[in-house]
């Protein structure tokens, strides 16, 4: 969850940066803070899935393109109580065939398959984020961490 406001909070940010940017060029002003994102950032706090997952599906019907609330809207689908997998599938592969390089859609991605034990699909997501992440980015770590808890956790058996 930490890391969804961290996500959440720096697409706030860039979105404010680029504004104050665009204020002092001769470039339009950007958009304001996204009014969903803060919805949501809030509902996902109180780990209010379900409400979350309105906000979501409420936005992603006025803006069906839009890779970060399909793949926030998975992720809502994923950590709410008995996940619909199909969904959460459907809408980060959604989020990446809008966006391909979204790392957290890729992330989350990863981290889906190892619900459901698909490690090989997971490490191609890891793969991809290397490829991704010039530097190691933190998508990358922290679905490294997750596939390392995991195969600790299959070893365990």
């Known amino acids: ?18 504004s104050a940017f665009g204020a002092a060029s001769s470039e339009p002003p950007a ?40 793949s926030l809207y998975a992720y809502s689908i994923r950590k709410g109580p ?25 992330e989350y991605l990863g981290e889906a398959y190892l619900m459901v034990g698909n490690l090989p699909k997971a490490k191609e997501e890891l793969a991809t984020l290397d490829k991704l992440c010039f530097f190691s980015c933190e998508e990358f770590s922290l679905l490294k961490k997750a596939i390392a808890e995991y195969e600790t956790k299959q070893a365990a058996r």
């Open 31 to 70: 958009a304001p803070k996204d009014p969903v994102l803060e919805k949501v950032s809030a509902a996902t706090e109180r780990q209010d899935w379900t409400g979350a997952q309105s906000i979501l599906k409420d936005a992603l019907a006025r803006e069906p393109r839009n890779a970060e609330y399909h």
């Open 82 to 106: 008995n996940p619909d997998m199909s969904l959460v599938f459907q809408h980060y592969n959604e989020a990446l065939a809008i966006d391909p390089k979204h790392k957290g859609a890729h």
């Open 1 to 18: 969850m930490k890391r969804l406001k961290r996500l959440i909070g720096a697409t706030i940010l860039t979105l404010a940066a680029s």
